[in-house]
């Protein structure tokens, strides 16, 4: 099991444009949460998804919507990137709201 | 709202010396607190949590809810503790199962 898997690694944007991540979970695991960690801060709650509904949302605009597949995996969409918008892009996974498990993350960078 | 501190960005420490790295939280119900770390070109992961009440790569934390604490310690640190340490707390249950809030993040070095 290659565990949490996210792609692309790295991806860069322009300001406006739309973009679309995607994340692989652990076997087994059913619940995905995403993350934005901004340069020097922790990770900050996007939303989580449970059986292809979302279930949890943090602060963050509409520009930040997401889905969730019945094979689990997911997808993070952001809609009219601002600059601001630049981070690495943490997806969870976990059985239920227990343990939560990383992948590597994306790192976004809009121009 | 919830809430996590760690007044430390930076913490430096020699080897053999003992480690602790603070956090403090703030939430309105029963909270789970977790530690996780990040160490050089890999992913997070989780180190501990309190419910397990478990030592893991000798590193413990005790919750304080009168002081709304959850500090990690390490009575002897090692170099290859050198890494990221982030707090974490989510609800217990209710609408914050689940949804981890992080603190800013402490980075340990462990000098030879």
């Known amino acids: 099991d290659a565990g949490v898997t996210q792609s692309p690694t790295h991806l860069i944007k322009t300001r406006g444009q739309q973009v679309t991540l995607r994340c692989s979970p652990k076997?087994?695991?059913?619940?995905v949460s995403w993350y934005q960690q901004a340069l020097g801060q922790g990770p900050q709650f996007i939303f989580q998804?449970?059986?292809?509904?979302?279930?949890q949302r943090g602060n963050f605009p509409d520009r930040f919507s997401g889905h969730q597949f019945p094979n689990y995996s997911s997808e993070l969409n952001v809609n009219a990137l601002l600059l601001g918008d630049s981070a690495l892009y943490l997806c969870a996974s976990s059985m239920g709201a227990t343990r939560q498990y990383f992948g590597p993350g994306t790192r976004l960078t809009v121009t | 709202a919830q809430r996590v501190t760690q007044p430390e960005k930076l913490l430096s420490v020699f080897k053999g010396a003992p480690v602790e790295l603070k956090c403090n939280y703030s939430y309105s119900g029963s909270p789970e607190l977790f530690w996780y770390v990040q160490y050089s070109r890999q992913r997070l992961q989780l180190l501990l949590r309190h419910i397990s009440r478990e030592s893991i790569k000798g590193f413990t934390a005790d919750l304080n809810k009168g002081e709304t604490s959850f500090h990690l310690k390490k009575p002897f640190a090692q170099e290859e503790d050198s890494a990221m340490y982030y707090c974490a707390l989510s609800g217990a249950g209710g609408t914050s199962y689940g949804k981890l809030t992080f603190g800013q993040g402490t980075i340990l070095t462990v000098h030879p």
């Open positions: 076997s087994g695991h059913d619940t």
């Open positions: 998804y449970y059986e292809e509904e979302e279930r």
